[in-house]
């Protein structure tokens, strides 16, 4: 973890004089029970908690793992004991020195638990940065003696800004077997570069592989980040040193390099994704520093030369270069493997949901830096001149210029579909006939949920008539509520979940999620500030009045049930596809919220699993703390 600085100082000045957060009578979080939930993001994987030692060139940092599990969820529950399930030869290949699965579900597995275990994927470090600060300086949450919540939280945009050659090295195999089409080939440049390196974390161009939409990105601090950052480039499988570890063999070992043994694999997730990005570089760490700077501090502004603001301007004008013609801005560079298979993607594919995420970094980014620039007296010219070139540069990505419609035209005239938003599509791709070619099935529930969110429910009713916002949540639950009778408990992934509202007007029961869920009481408190706003003699009162019973029932329903998710309550919840005697499986100090309420495939490209989940509990941090991320300082949008 980075070295402590003298800012603890100031915390022991101030903390005492912050006021304890009055939680809303409809919040069930407790101030006890939250505090559990937040020692989980705050301690190590011994102590029940998610982080872990991620060491890089400029020392070693504690980083929060993505989820907390064990050799017995994996082997016991997912494997079922049997060794048909998931027995895997690891081989090892001395063309590319990658020790790999083989192709099967038992391989494809072993991955999938790999990437579990072992990474910290830099979305869900951005939401653990929000939550680590909101629950010293809001909640005044107890804290060990010798750790200092901002160095913590801030320990990520260190490692994102350090790169060592083992970015070069990714980048070079990544080209080789997009080359290949998922083939193995003769990798040329120096074993040691991937063996030895720290963890790589940018993407940077290498031939024809990461090209952000025909630009080349050499300096690493332009470079997106990769979405799940590894400690070390061979990972090891959560099997080994368990009754399972016999699940797990390997061949072809070299003698020479005993690092290659059975139970290790080489690093596979080399993804570098625009919305991941977006929360990694702008929503997290600038959320993060303005509640160490603004709330907990009282100072006027984040200071220009803090890290998690030049971390932010190293990286805007790559978010800018991704930006179609039509305004939205593409998945992810050109030559980077999908999430099924060893294919590449298509260049000109877009998220509508990562362009939601990057348009509230982009507004969060502007008040920064209007804030700095208006407050700080003592801003030399240079500083002036790269705030204000920034600044232009954001209105332009948002609200257009001769080289993009703009993110805004790009939600109004293009992701809007029948009511909605769809959840992606191919943007001025050459092989197609149109300009805009949307992706209209599987149907997601986080695209509408933080559309409402990022955009805001006022602006929504304003290009699509009064009650849009509100009409897209009702047809939303219709196809992603889950619940019990006719009791709404939160929304899943897609309309592919198995959830809905059936003929007689009771909800299924697929799958919960508790962050949608989160993302989801985050729209319809939204919803309820816009829709407060209506006032008589207002044509839309009598309206409004209906919109804002029926979502105060929704918000209280989903905040009550949302705590079944809590590892304590799941264990005697009743939800469908529960693993048998899951206090066994997952035995844990803490009180962590749970990714998923079973496991499930999601058709986006990944399993979903009913693990503690970093991202889960730190937005209940923020829900627990009416704290909105996609709103500058959390007020909504």
């Known amino acids: 973890m980075a070295p402590v600085n003298v800012r603890t100082l100031i915390y022991l000045v101030f903390a005492l004089a912050l006021p304890h957060v009055a939680f809303a009578q409809s919040s069930p979080f407790e101030n006890g029970q939250l505090q559990a939930s937040y020692d989980f993001l705050m301690r190590g994987r011994a102590e029940g908690g998610v982080l872990f030692n991620f060491p890089n060139a400029a020392g070693n940092y504690l980083l929060p793992g993505s989820f907390y599990d064990t050799a017995d969820y994996w082997g016991a529950y997912v494997c079922e004991n049997k060794k048909a399930t998931c027995g895997v030869n690891d081989t090892y290949t001395a063309l590319n020195y990658q020790l790999s699965p083989p192709p099967d579900a038992a391989g494809r597995l072993q991955a999938e638990r790999v990437n579990a275990h072992n990474s910290a994927n830099i979305y869900d470090a951005a939401t653990w940065q929000i939550a680590v600060m909101l629950g010293f300086v809001k909640n005044k949450f107890t804290l060990s003696s010798t750790i200092n919540a901002y160095a913590l939280a801030s320990g990520i945009n260190e490692v994102l800004q350090e790169s060592g050659s083992q970015s070069a090295c990714i980048a070079a195999m990544e080209a080789e077997r997009v080359a290949a089409n998922g083939k193995k080939l003769a990798y040329s440049q120096n074993q040691t570069d991937c063996n030895t390196a720290p963890g790589a974390k940018r993407a940077v161009t290498s031939e024809k592989t990461f090209v952000y939409n025909g630009s080349l990105i ?26 399972y570890a016999a699940f797990v063999t390997a061949s072809n070992l070299p003698a020479a390099t005993p690092v290659y043994k059975a139970g290790k694999i080489t690093w596979s997730d080399w993804k570098p994704i625009t919305g991941e990005n977006a929360w990694a570089f702008l929503i997290g760490p600038l959320q993060a520093a303005y509640v160490q700077y603004i709330t907990f501090e009282r100072q006027p502004f984040i200071p220009f030369k803090e890290l998690a603001v030049q971390n932010a301007l190293n990286v805007l004008p790559t978010f800018a270069a991704m930006q179609s013609d039509i305004g ?18 298509n260049s000109h594919g877009v998220s509508v949901e990562n362009n939601l995420s990057l348009y509230a970094g982009l507004r969060i980014l502007h008040s920064t830096l209007r804030a700095e620039l208006t407050g700080d007296s003592a801003l030399v010219d240079g500083d002036k001149t790269k705030i204000k070139d920034a600044l232009q540069l954001i209105d332009s990505m948002i609200n257009g210029s001769k080289k993009t419609k703009g993110l805004l035209s790009f939600f109004q005239n293009a992701a809007w579909q029948n009511g909605g938003f769809v959840q992606g599509g191919l943007a001025n791709d050459p092989g197609q006939i149109r300009d805009w070619v949307p992706t209209t099935e599987p149907m997601a529930v986080d695209v509408e949920t933080w559309g409402i969110a990022s955009l805001g429910a006022t602006q929504i009713d304003q290009w699509f008539g009064y009650g849009a916002a509100f009409e897209t949540w009702q047809r939303l639950k219709s196809w992603a509520g889950y619940g019990v009778g006719k009791s709404l408990w939160g929304v899943g992934y897609s309309n592919q979940d198995g959830n809905g509202i ?55 329903a989903m905040l009550d049930a949302m705590a079944k998710l809590r590892v304590d309550q799941y264990a005697s919840t009743n939800f469908a596809g529960k693993p048998g005697d899951y206090a066994k499986l ?52």
Do not use: C
């Open 218 to 243: 050499a300096d690493r601090n332009h470079a997106y980040s990769f979405r799940a950052l590894a400690p070390e480039w061979i990972a090891t499988d959560p099997l080994m040193g368990s009754p």
């Open 502 to 556: 059936d003929p007689s007007g009771a909800y299924k029961q697929g799958v919960m999620s508790a962050e949608w869920t989160a993302g989801a009481i985050t729209a319809v408190r939204n919803m309820i500030k816009s829709y407060s706003a209506e006032a008589p003699p207002s044509s839309h009162y009598d309206a409004a009045q209906k919109y804002l019973a029926r979502l105060k029932q929704d918000e209280s």
């Open 328 to 345: 939205g801005v593409y998945y992810a560079p050109a030559g980077t493997v999908g999430n099924e298979g060893d294919g590449p993607i």
């Open 586 to 637: 997952v035995p844990i100090k803490t009180k962590p919220y749970l990714y998923a309420s079973r496991r499930f495939y999601i058709p986006f490209g990944w399993y979903a699993n009913p693990l503690p989940s970093t991202a889960s509990t730190a937005w209940v941090i923020m829900i627990a703390d009416h704290y909105d991320p996609f709103g500058f300082g959390g007020v909504s949008n």
